[in-house]
């Protein structure tokens, strides 16, 4: 649903950068260091689109992290050794 609406709207709200645009780039910022693998960032265009819009916007330089570390592999769980 958020990958449709992006891929018609700039940003999520009107026409302008909202908070609404910046939370949704501090969650998908955590999602691409973690478990946003390239293949996942592939299907995700338009979101990717507005996280980097948002992350390099002038009046966020720094605050979201001008050099955000994609992750190549998504972090995966791996259950705890069993105790005998």
Known sequence: ?????????????????????VMLAAYTKFAVT?????????RLPAVMRHFETVVH????KGELGENVEYCEK??????????N
Do not use: W
């Open 34 to 42: 973690v478990t946003l693998d390239p293949a996942a960032r592939k």
């Open 74 to 83: 998504a972090l995966t769980f791996v259950p705890p050794p069993k105790e």
């Open 1 to 21: 649903m958020l990958e449709a609406h992006l891929s018609k709207n700039t940003f999520l709200v009107g026409e302008r950068l909202t908070l609404a645009d």
């Open 57 to 60: 916007h002038p009046g966020l």
